[in-house]
T-cell receptor
Framework: DTEVTQTPKHLVMGMTNKKSLKCEQH?????MYWYKQKAKKPPELMFV???????INESVPSRFSPECPNSSLLNLHLHALQPEDSALYLC?????????????FGQGTRLTVV | DAKTTQPPSMDCAEGRAANLPCNHS???????VYWYRQIHSQGPQYIIH???NNETNEMASLIITEDRKSSTLILPHATLRDTAVYYC?????????????FGTGTLLAVQP
């Protein structure tokens, strides 16, 4: 199984809502990532987890709150978002270190903030 | 992490080889060159990576110059399904995590 599964595929939320994005992998990877991608732009790194601990936060606003409850799951909790936060949110996973650090990406959650 | 420079777009005829260049003149000794591609509305897909030797797998070949300041990704027989944005990324490995920072990439359009 070389899949990273993201749910939901699409999400529309109001600026006062609280929602969560979910990411799951069963490849035994201990590094997991969140990226944000605006239209016609490259993915931008948001957060990196290593062994279920947050290792990199790329100065992301606190309205985005990541969580890694176990080695297979990664969540992104959303609260009080702005319309400019509308984007494709991508999750990825990889081994930690080693010769091959190929990252596997999910298909993303397309988020629209209204 | 070293910065990469790629042409914004390229065309290639179906069945011909596609050669995608990447400049990474500030690459340091322990940094690898990775290539990913992103087909429209999908997540990025790993293609290949290398340190200093040329590499080949079932998808592509990677040619890295001797000074490591540039590289070329070669798709030997491009098909319409290879139309995508191709990202060249330079990143270290062996640390706790592989911090993949995407540049602007090259939009490869394979023409019938």
């Amino acid at each position: 199984d070389t899949e990273v599964t993201q749910t939901p595929k699409h999400l529309v939320m109001g600026m006062t809502n609280k929602k969560s994005l979910k990411c799951e992998q069963h490849m035994g990877h201990r590094a997991m990532y969140w990226y944000k991608q605006k239209a016609k732009k490259p993915p931008e790194l948001m957060f990196v987890y290593s062994y279920e601990k947050l290792s990199i936060n790329e100065s992301v606003p606190s309205r985005f709150s990541p969580e890694c409850p176990n080695s297979s799951l990664l969540n992104l909790h959303l609260h009080a978002l702005q319309p400019e936060d509308s984007a494709l949110y991508l999750c990825a996973s990889s081994q930690v270190g080693g010769l091959t650090t190929e990252a596997f990406f999910g298909q993303g959650t397309r988020l629209t903030v209204v | 992490d070293a910065k990469t420079t790629q042409p914004p777009s390229m065309d290639c005829a179906e069945g011909r080889a596609a050669n995608l260049p990447c400049n990474h003149s500030t690459i340091s000794g322990n940094e690898y060159v990775y290539w990913y591609r992103q087909i429209h509305s999908q997540g990025p897909q790993y293609i290949i990576h290398g340190l200093k030797n040329n590499e080949t797998n079932e998808m592509a070949s990677l040619i890295i110059t001797e000074d490591r300041k540039s590289s070329t990704l070669i798709l030997p027989h491009a098909t319409l399904r290879d139309t995508a944005v191709y990202y060249c990324i330079v990143s270290g490995y062996g640390g706790a995590t592989n911090k993949l920072i995407f540049g602007t990439g090259t939009l490869l359009a394979v023409q019938p």
